[in-house]
């Protein structure tokens, strides 16, 4: 899989904190992080480049449609699942024990994490991911292009879901290539099958209140942010990693990754509320606006009517009801001025400041201590 002089040696830390200052600390865990994401693609390369060529030898057209799956899977993206999952394994085994065994389950969640774009972006409509255009758009192009019969979006949308499960079967075979014993190998599927449940139930939820907005509320908005981001960016690859350290499940430090996942996690998906509606579509690679322009009852959202006045609850609804090309700025204008928006952040600073609580009093390991809680921030005060 990836180099071994990589994963194994430029990814150890120091036993105990150097003694050089704070900011040689965290240049020391960023370049450990940096190394992780490079092994982490290295190993995700040679694992798809063996199977698309298993997948073109079918048939010439299986070709196209296996690299359209591994173009989804190696375009971009902060491998955001992966580092969490590594530094959760970190901080139970320390400085001590080697990353190659463990690597290919981590890259694995990459690949759980592309199945669920792909097929977010199908549901959601969505044009751009990354800055390019989402996975049904390109293969609408390729169908075009290739001068085929049919409606090339129905294709590109059809495709794409196979793309995702592709992806997720993927996904379950390179976690399978993990070197860990098989007993507990079989705990860590039992934390990954419960992370793909949570996450299927996020999304249901998602998809639900696009439709049923008007029986929606910031209780149910706040659940969809805890199932569809929280549980499979944050919580559960912290688990994922102590499951592969073999931590049992009522261990300290397995409750201390509950409670720090779930705040960053929350945090997280309300960052992201804000960039939807406040984003530079430079930096997010999105349109700005598309939650605003279909009225998804989000945390931001349900928070404006919630704290709007009568007035502003009235221009809201107009404003939601228009066509014009100012409509999602006018919106943005409206949240703002509610107070929705500042509220937001302040739950974001909030679930921040519980989930360093949580590392605290954690028996975890100094380094894994230190990058959580720079990736507690990070994750939560980003541009995209």
């Not at 079967?169 to 007993?183: F, I, K, N, Y």
């Not at 994750?379 to 995209?384: D, E, M, V």
Request: hydrophobic fraction near 45%; aromatic fraction near 6%.
């Amino acid at each position: 899989m990836a180099n071994d002089a990589v994963a194994g040696n430029a990814l150890r830390v120091a036993p105990t904190p150097p003694n050089d200052g704070v900011g040689s600390v965290h240049a020391v865990l960023a370049a450990s992080t940096a190394d992780l994401v490079t092994a982490v693609d290295d190993t995700l390369i040679t694992f798809l480049t063996a199977e698309v060529d298993a997948l073109s030898e079918i048939d010439v057209a299986m070709g196209d449609f296996a690299v359209a799956a591994r173009e989804a899977v190696l375009a971009g993206g902060k491998r955001v699942r992966p580092t969490f999952a590594y530094w959760g394994w970190r901080g139970a085994v320390g400085d001590t024990e080697p990353l190659p065994p463990v690597l290919p389950a981590l890259a694995a969640l990459e690949l759980l994490h592309t199945f669920a774009l792909v097929h977010d972006d199908v549901m959601d409509a969505s044009a751009t991911r990354r800055g390019r255009p989402t996975a049904h758009v390109a293969l609408a192009a390729q169908h075009v292009a290739a001068g085929r019969r049919g409606d090339p979006g129905r294709f590109g949308e059809a495709v794409a879901v196979l793309v995702g499960d592709l992806c997720l079967v993927w996904a379950d075979r390179l976690l399978a290539h993990a070197s860990v014993p098989p007993a507990r190998l079989f705990e860590v599927r039992r934390c990954y099958d419960q992370m793909r449940v949570e996450t299927v139930a996020g999304q249901f939820l998602d998809v639900l209140g696009e439709h049923d907005a008007a029986n929606w509320s910031l209780d149910r908005a706040l659940r969809v942010a805890r199932y569809k981001t929280a549980s499979y960016t944050v919580q559960h690859p912290l688990l994922f990693g102590a499951c592969l350290a073999g931590v049992p499940t009522d261990a300290p430090l397995v409750g201390a990754y509950h409670r720090y996942g779930l705040a960053v996690g929350e945090a997280f998906q309300l960052r992201d509320d804000l960039l939807g509606a406040y984003g530079d579509p430079a930096s997010t690679g999105k349109p700005a606006g598309d939650d605003l322009r279909t009225g998804k009852p989000t945390t931001l959202l349900m928070l404006a009517r919630q704290l709007a006045t009568p007035a502003q609850l009235k221009a809201l609804e107009r404003a939601a009801a228009s066509t014009g090309d100012r409509k999602v700025d006018r919106l943005a204008e409206l949240v703002a001025d509610t107070g929705a928006a500042a509220r937001v952040e302040r739950m974001i600073a909030e679930r921040v400041s519980d989930a360093l609580a949580a590392l605290d009093t954690a028996p975890v390991d100094w380094a894994a201590r230190t990058a959580l809680t720079g990736l507690a921030t990070t994750a939560t005060n980003r541009r995209a």
